[in-house]
């Protein structure tokens, strides 16, 4: 188990849904084809920038979405390589050499993030930019959201500052009840 | 999307076909041993030991805007991550957008560009070329040009460009080639359709720009986002906003479409198209109603009190300065007379038994007639949602207005800026903190260093245009020089005309054919190149040597990767070219040169400027840049004729429209045209992309991969439309055929299609076939006829 955990919360009071998180992780990660590593949804609707409720007051309003970093992540428990592992910065990353890109990940999350580079056969997923991290740089995503939607930082520090925000913000994980204790909060 | 098949010629050589369905089809042959074919694939041989990442900085071009600093990630050659760059004096301001960094996965897609010089080989439009050499090609249009000046004069070439590179060189190069060879170009503000919005700031502020910075609205208790969508359309803004929003101010959008921006506002206000300038009569009526304007300001700082005479509409002067009536000494004087108190109603009597009144006046008795009820009726709205608005816009104070383009597509194009303006003055908004009717929301952003007299960039020679004058004609008269035979020759640049232009069959047909000669130059295959004689091969924002001045910086961009292919930047053409015809005097500089010439002056504000760090950093901050939040007219001073904020215009008078006024739209559903053509069509800018620019990669596939027509539920169904149904949206313009995107999310009535599509990406057709450019007699009188792109009705059924 780790002692230090990296964490990140999104603030959906501020999405515009513009998608710069996303296409910024695929063109920076060059993942291939249709696929990307963390993707947005439009909150109560089934199609995206479709919104909710009727005219003329419809209700428009988005969510990002990107693994969760689970504290008890089913991703690496599940995975029979063990490609799939919590670092000690409880960051969930895959070493790709031993990853067989069975999707055993895709079948145990049950917010459905990783996905296969159909190009490499191997899984692919969000590891919070850890290369990036290791340096003080941000991950992609936070550093290019043109909203400052998300922040990342620390939460295994009480007072870090992003503890703090989720204190104040009362900023809680999605879907908490598959009780895979996100890292990823959202306001 | 693109298919790519090798074969050999009869000769044995190896040549290279490309079939190109990026724009439609177009089939280019390329012949083999083309040195430049080597780098389609990527990194050179030089390249390829070096798989450490360097940064090589470079700012967006395209013509969004925000102009970011971008920070290149460049290893082997190749580009692979865009980030945003640092602004010095601005840590809190670095931004990239989802486009700014796809743009970068575009240009180094050698399928998507034009890698050499090639010769329309079939007929126009067909998108048969073939590969020529440099050399041949400047010879053609070298010999093109000199034919044209000897048999009809040098005003027979046309030199167009529009704006899809905003740098120095870039942009300017062809104009200024236009310039030294005697030629026309164009003022293209008023056909790609933005200048309706300089013309009603000109109108009132007496400049075509001007506004708060986005940080001002956090002095702002109510912050409208009007025909404006921020977030898609100036994204380096949108956290401001939110900002602003955080901190205790009501946001609300203004749009017949729920855009993005209405994702993070308190209130969408779903107008109906084209009648923004009724909301802000009604708005202004209210408060002058119900005594909420503000008297002391409009007296003090705008047209209101100046006397305008009862029998021919112009200001009343005496000797030549503006009249008032003052209220102490009941006699009319002249404005700004110590001590008086300028009346803004009433009737009076000047010297000579002259009637007259205060223009003000005239502009409450046209409000007057644009009740709550009356203004809820034209703009669709429900009548508390108007008079919630206005009671909100009067008491909120301050309320900070940011205006958008969307509204002024339209005809009369110069009215909505114009009116939405004067709203904020008659609530005395104008140049106070969190107040304004901002355009762009841009502002002078050096403080000026007292005595200095020096430039603050040596541009003296690159403006020398060897005494030739600089001749440039509207862009809403190119359409009529060309079928009246007054264009001979036509270079296009950093445009992709017919995409972005009115009335696409209009322009195919009978614009283009009546033009002999037509070279394009563009990085990238356009419908526009289809249709021209040469195209040559341009170069990005990530190629060339180029420089962009955004105050208080200075922003370069360099070459990042190797030559694709054999372009060459636009500067490099024209440069090529004036040598064959002359001029090579006035074009003696590489690009790298001439940027660093443009850098050479005195001024004090670079006194720290050094070239090496410009070039590792790619930006440059004056030293005499404000950094803080600024906003215009703080100290009350208008270019305006009259010197005051101008609501009333006394050149209008003669078609009536001396102060704002509603007209209904060209194309009104309600008119005759209406009953065949039911629903208006607008074309709003979207998240993906600028213009044409930007489209067609996979990183962005993933947001939207083909353009929708986005239709109100209610008109759907009506027409047994269901969503993502095929449908053929029509009128007897042309027609295209497309998904729907069935939404409660716009205005019933209305129907959207993004801008900037290109044929290929439609199903069939471009929504430009149902557009059209309709000259308009107050705006060629102001200046020139903004295209109204938004004025346009259609109907839809299932294809």
């Known amino acids: ?187 | 999307m693109t298919k790519y098949i090798p074969g050999t010629s009869p000769d044995g050589r190896i040549t290279r076909r490309w079939f190109l369905q990026g724009v439609g089809t177009i089939a280019v042959t390329y012949s083999a041993g083309a040195g430049g074919i080597l780098s389609l694939t990527g990194p050179s041989a030089q390249a390829a030991d070096d798989d450490k990442v360097k940064y090589i900085h470079s700012c967006c071009t395209v013509n969004c805007t925000s102009r970011c600093h971008l920070k290149g990630h460049v290893k082997g050659g190749r580009i692979v991550a865009v980030t945003p760059g640092r602004l010095p004096g601005r840590d809190d301001y670095p931004s990239a957008c989802l486009r700014g960094m796809s743009y970068a996965q575009r240009l180094q897609d050698p399928k998507q560009r034009v890698l050499f010089p090639m010769k329309r080989v079939g007929e126009r439009g067909e998108g048969k070329f073939e590969q020529i050499s440099w050399d041949e090609a400047f010879d053609i249009i070298a010999t093109k040009l000199k034919e044209t000046r000897e048999k009809h004069g040098p005003q027979a070439a046309s030199f167009w460009t529009m704006s899809g590179n905003l740098a120095k060189l870039a942009w300017e190069s062809t104009t200024r080639l236009g310039f030294t060879f005697g030629g026309t170009t164009y003022s293209s503000e008023g056909l790609m359709g933005d200048h309706g919005a300089s013309m009603g700031m000109e109108l009132v502020f007496g400049q075509q720009r001007g506004g708060h910075d986005t940080r001002d609205y956090m002095n702002s208790k109510l912050i409208i986002l009007w025909g404006r969508n921020l977030a898609d359309t100036h994204t380096s803004e949108l956290r401001y906003i939110i900002k602003a929003r955080e901190n205790g101010a009501k946001v609300v959008v203004i749009d017949p479409r729920q855009c993005s921006s209405a994702a993070v506002a308190d209130q969408w206000i779903p107008i109906r198209p084209q009648t923004d300038p009724a909301l802000a009569l009604g708005m202004i009526n209210y408060m002058i109603s119900r005594n909420l304007h503000d008297v002391a300001w409009l007296k003090a700082n705008s047209c209101a009190p100046l006397l305008v005479r009862d029998d021919d509409g112009q200001y009343l002067r005496i000797d030549s300065a503006y009249a008032v009536w003052d209220e102490k000494s009941k006699k009319v004087v002249p404005v700004g007379t110590a001590g008086a108190d300028p009346a803004i109603a009433g009737e009076y009597v000047g010297a000579n038994g002259v009637k007259c009144h205060p223009s003000f006046v005239d502009l409450a008795r046209e409000a007057a007639k644009y009740s709550i009820k009356t203004t809820a009726d034209i703009c669709g709205l429900e009548e508390a949602v108007v008079e919630q608005l206005a009671h909100e816009y009067a008491t909120m104070k301050p309320a900070g207005i940011r205006m958008g383009q969307g509204m002024q597509r339209v005809y009369n194009a110069h009215t909505p800026f114009r009116a939405v303006a004067t709203l904020a003055a008659v609530a005395g908004y104008i140049g106070v903190p969190g107040g304004g009717a901002s355009h762009m929301g841009g502002t002078a952003s050096i403080n000026p260093i007292p005595g200095v007299t020096v430039p603050d960039f040596n541009f003296a020679e690159w403006a020398n245009t060897g005494g030739k004058p600089r001749i440039q004609k509207s862009s809403s008269q190119f359409y009529n020089m060309a079928e009246n035979g007054e264009i001979k020759f036509l270079w296009i640049a950093v445009s992709n005309l017919i995409n972005q232009s009115p009335d696409a069959n209009r322009v195919i047909k009978k614009v283009l054919p009546n033009i002999p000669f037509i070279v394009d130059v563009d990085p990238f295959w356009t419908w526009t190149g289809k249709y021209a004689d040469l195209v040559l091969p341009g170069k990005t924002h990530w190629e060339v040597w180029d420089v962009l001045v955004r105050s208080p910086w200075v922003m370069l961009d360099q070459p990042a990767i190797p030559t694709m292919g054999e372009s060459k930047s636009d500067c490099e053409i024209c440069t090529e070219v004036a040598k064959r015809i002359g001029l090579e005097s006035l074009w003696n500089k590489t690009d790298e040169q001439w940027v660093r010439t443009f850098l050479t002056s005195k001024h004090p504000a670079f006194a720290a400027f050094k070239w090496d760090n410009f070039v590792k950093e790619g930006i440059f901050a004056r030293s005499d840049g404000i950094f803080d939040p600024v906003f215009s007219f703080k100290d009350q001073k208008y270019k305006t004729p009259t010197g005051k904020f101008e609501f009333y215009s006394e050149k209008l008078k003669r078609f009536d429209q001396q102060v704002p006024t509603y007209t209904r739209m060209l194309e009104d559903p309600k008119g005759e045209r209406g009953r065949k053509y039911p629903l208006v069509c607008i074309n709003y800018h979207d998240r993906l992309n600028v213009h044409s620019q930007h489209m067609l990669y996979s990183a962005l596939k993933l947001v939207q991969s083909e353009p929708l027509v986005q239709i109100n539920t209610t008109d759907a169904r009506a027409r047994g439309i269901s969503d993502g149904a095929r449908v053929r949206v029509f009128n007897d313009r042309g027609s295209c055929v497309l998904k729907a995107f069935v939404t409660e999310g716009i205005v019933p009535g209305t129907v959207g299609i993004a801008n900037g599509w290109t044929p290929d990406q439609y199903i069939e057709g471009n929504n430009q076939n149902l557009t059209h450019l309709t000259l308009n007699p107050v705006e060629e009188a102001i200046s020139q006829t903004n295209s109204a792109f938004y004025d346009v009705l259609v109907e839809i059924q299932n294809a």
């Not at chain 1, 419809?58 to 991703?75: I, M, S, T």
Request: overall charge positive; glycine content about 6%; aromatic content about 6%.
């Open chain 1, 1 to 187: 188990m780790s002692t230090k955990q990296y964490a990140m919360v999104i603030d959906t009071t501020r999405c515009v849904g513009c998608q710069t998180c996303v296409v910024g992780c695929k063109i920076n990660y060059q993942v291939p084809g249709n696929s990307s590593l963390c993707r947005v949804e439009t909150i109560g609707s089934k199609q995206m920038y479709k919104p909710t409720g009727t005219f003329p007051h419809p209700v428009l309003a988005f969510r990002p979405l990107l693994c969760n970093h689970c504290v008890d992540a089913p991703c690496v428990k599940n995975c029979p390589t063990g490609a799939m592992h919590k670092d000690a910065n409880g960051i969930v990353s895959i070493t790709r050499d031993v990853c067989i890109g069975c999707g055993t990940c895709i079948r145990s999350c049950p917010y459905g993030m990783p996905v296969l580079n159909q190009e490499k056969k191997k899984m692919e997923k969000c590891d919070f930019c850890m290369e990036r991290v290791e340096v003080g740089e941000k991950p992609y995503c936070v550093e290019a959201c043109p909203a400052e939607a998300r922040i990342f930082g620390v939460i295994s520090d009480p007072n870090s500052e992003l503890s703090r925000l989720v204190a104040t913000k009362h900023a809680k994980p999605l879907t908490p009840e598959y009780g895979t204790r996100p890292s990823v909060y959202y306001i």
